[in-house]
């Protein structure tokens, strides 16, 4: 039978309901003693007695986006049920000690589930707090998210990955995608009045400013321009990048992406299409030569008498993802960058390697290349991509 | 006023409430805190605050927020050009109170300021406040915890009734800590194949079994399928009213009318392109 155990010293409910807000908040959700108190307010206003309604108004009352209402049933049954683990961090708390006790007021809910439940499971001891096997179905709440996003991205790629890395994107475009220019003009509504053309206007009105002229800080969006390197060495990392470029084109942010290898290919109307399989069928006809020996410098030199004259302008960011392994002379690459750096506001180098411990950028290229980055940033892991937004907002 | 009676109460008037949004509603109401509504667009967010408005028979005061909203939209704003006259006019016939410039007369109300200034407790939407800048949330907070408003010119004017306020939002742009610590908060999702048949029902009581559980089958199908704008309940109530409108009793008997109709459903040329008539047919034949 499931058994509650709370600490010896709680005393009475508003204890108890103080230990459930920190055992929220210590799995990530923001409340604090305002909401211990909220809380008990709104117990007396619902039948507290029924768990259902109880938990119902808890969650309403607590949760405070959507993850946390999702999160929030088994945050609820792990401490008033005791069912799963109860803490997301390792257990770094002192021992206390506590005592079994049956929650009376909901013994007709947690009726249903004693019969199910083994006389073994009934643990009166102390939270052994060792992380494992503390529930029985999946509810271990401890085990965290994050650990399958942080193995190395070529380890495991599957849909939720793929999902994962366009969502990535689809953050960062949005990080340099919100930019206002510095200059006022005018505009309908704005924060400021348009000092010359309300006097100008007051000409009109017998000296009286009657109209007023309003001035805004007009938006200036950054472009992103994505080129991705698709050779050989990179063949593991390049389904999640290509989802991380589908991302980039599908955020609403002015983005163009290449891939390339020996050649050059522009793909964001590839990428644009909506239908993903078709998506795929296109990019795989593109990318033929797919996996075979890179080229940075000689792409990136075809780019920039080709498409760059259009694609590049002084607002644009330009990343190229690749691990700089490259076949042709690195002092080429210095110069093609040089030569980029001078059309566009910053040149992003994401490298799949840097993520890795005691990473030296050894390649020739890499060394050539560096003195010409604004930023050299790893992306080996999910968690990598999406911890790029704070950097991109500097950007 | 206990949970059911909520749930009654909104049925009454065409909304069908889960038990999660009728506790919220309950809440709100008790507790006199706003109530945060999130999910997929086209989930009756909007409504919720419609429908409550309807059956408290109180007065619903709407905000629409958009990009660029400021104070002097959602708040108050003095009527500058009427103040301008009436120091014309009163120089004319000489003399001049500038006290009289800031009094309630030349104040114009903008939807926050006349929801607290209602006598009986209005419903106050403030929708898709996602879409408003962040500066605007700051002047949100004041309001929706203290419900007063301060004017430097004429101080702090005190709600003489609480509103009950509903903001909804969409996912545009994180919304601040600030303002979901000081809000309910309630998730809605698509609801489920007997909440929506209910919802169906509740709108269109004269729709025939058959049809009903058609629509409600394929629509939910289609919410599985990979499509660019979802279709929401709104969407699934035009789509019903304009089948049971061309009198259609089963879809499988009418596919011509069921693929004409389907503009209702599908708002995008690609989603229309995804659902050809050999789909919706075997959408169809799986619910049957």
């Not at chain 2, 509603?25 to 967010?45: D, I, M, S």
């Amino acid at each position: 039978m499931r058994v509650t155990r709370f600490p010896s010293r709680a005393a009475g409910l508003a204890d108890r309901m103080s230990g459930f807000i920190a055992h929220l908040r210590m799995n990530g959700m923001r409340v604090g003693p305002a909401e211990t108190a909220d809380a008990l307010a709104a117990l007396t206003t619902v039948e507290a007695t029924d768990a259902k309604q109880a938990r119902q108004a808890l969650c309403v009352l607590l949760a405070g986006d959507a993850d946390d209402w999702r999160r929030f049933d088994e945050l609820f049954d792990a401490f008033w049920f005791n069912a799963g683990k109860q803490r997301a961090e390792t257990a770094s708390t002192e021992h206390v000690r506590v005592q079994s006790a049956k929650p009376m007021i909901w013994q007709k809910q947690t009726g249903e589930a004693q019969e199910t439940e083994s006389d073994t499971d009934q643990v009166a001891a102390p939270d052994p707090g060792d992380g494992e096997a503390a529930g029985r179905d999946g509810k271990l709440i401890a085990t965290r998210a994050a650990n399958l996003s942080r193995r190395d991205l070529r380890e495991v790629i599957d849909e939720e990955a793929l999902k994962q890395a366009e969502k990535a994107a689809m953050i960062l475009a949005r990080a340099i995608r919100d930019r206002r220019s510095r200059r006022r003009k005018q505009a309908l509504r704005g924060p400021a009045l348009d000092m010359r053309r309300i006097q100008r206007a007051c000409l009109a009105r017998g000296g009286e400013p009657m109209d007023l002229y309003r001035r805004a800080r007009p938006p200036r969006p950054m472009r992103i321009v994505a080129l991705c390197d698709v050779s050989g060495s990179m063949t593991v990392y390049s389904r999640v990048f290509l989802a991380f470029l589908k991302g980039l084109i599908g955020s609403g942010t002015e983005a163009d992406a290449y891939l390339f290898h020996t050649r050059l290919m522009r793909v964001t109307d590839a990428l644009r299409d909506h239908d993903t399989l078709r998506a795929a069928g296109r990019l795989s006809l593109m990318a033929e030569g797919f996996g075979g020996g890179t080229d940075i410098s000689g792409s990136l030199d075809s780019f920039l008498t080709g498409y760059g004259a259009r694609a590049l302008n002084g607002r644009t960011v330009v990343l190229i993802l690749s691990d700089g392994y490259c076949s042709s002379d690195p002092q080429a690459l210095g110069d093609v960058l040089a030569r980029i750096r001078r059309k566009v506001r910053r040149i992003v180098w994401l490298n799949p390697l840097k993520g890795w411990r005691d990473y030296k950028p050894v390649a020739a290229a890499m060394q050539a290349a560096e003195p010409y980055l604004d930023a050299h940033l790893p992306a080996n892991t999910l968690a990598a991509l999406a911890a790029l937004e704070p950097q991109f907002r500097k950007l | 006023m206990s949970l059911q009676d909520i749930q009654q109460g909104l049925a009454q008037v065409g909304y069908v409430a889960d038990d999660r949004l009728a506790m919220a509603l309950h809440l709100a109401q008790t507790l006199g805190r706003p109530l945060l509504l999130e999910g997929p667009a086209g989930v009756g967010k909007t409504e919720v605050a419609k429908a409550l408005a309807a059956q408290r028979d109180a007065r619903l005061i709407r905000l629409q927020c958009y990009e660029g909203l400021d104070a002097s939209h959602a708040i108050y704003e003095w009527n500058y050009q009427r103040q301008l006259l009436a120091i014309r006019a009163s120089e004319a016939q000489g003399g001049t109170s500038e006290a009289q410039l800031f009094t309630d007369a030349y104040l114009l109300k903008r939807p926050l300021l006349e929801a607290i200034t209602e006598d009986e407790p209005p419903v106050l939407l403030i929708d898709e406040i996602d879409r408003a800048d962040e500066e605007f949330e700051a002047y949100l907070l004041e309001i929706l915890s203290d419900f007063q408003i301060t004017i430097p010119e004429l101080g702090t004017i005190k709600a003489r009734s609480r509103p009950i306020v509903i903001l909804t939002a969409n996912g545009t742009r994180d919304l601040s800590d600030a303002l979901r610590r000081r809000c309910l908060y309630s998730f809605l999702d698509y609801p489920p194949r007997e909440t929506e048949l209910a919802i169906l029902r509740a709108h269109m009581p004269q729709i025939e079994g058959l049809l009903a559980r058609q629509i409600i089958g394929v629509v939910q199908a289609l919410r599985k399928e990979d499509l660019e704008k979802t279709p929401g309940i709104a969407e699934m109530l035009d789509w019903a009213a304009a089948l049971s409108g061309l009198g259609v009793n089963d879809m499988a008997r009418s596919r011509d009318e069921v693929q004409a109709t389907l503009v209702c459903l599908l708002k995008t040329a690609a989603d229309y392109d995804a659902a050809p008539p050999e789909v919706m047919g075997r959408l169809i034949g799986k619910v049957a």
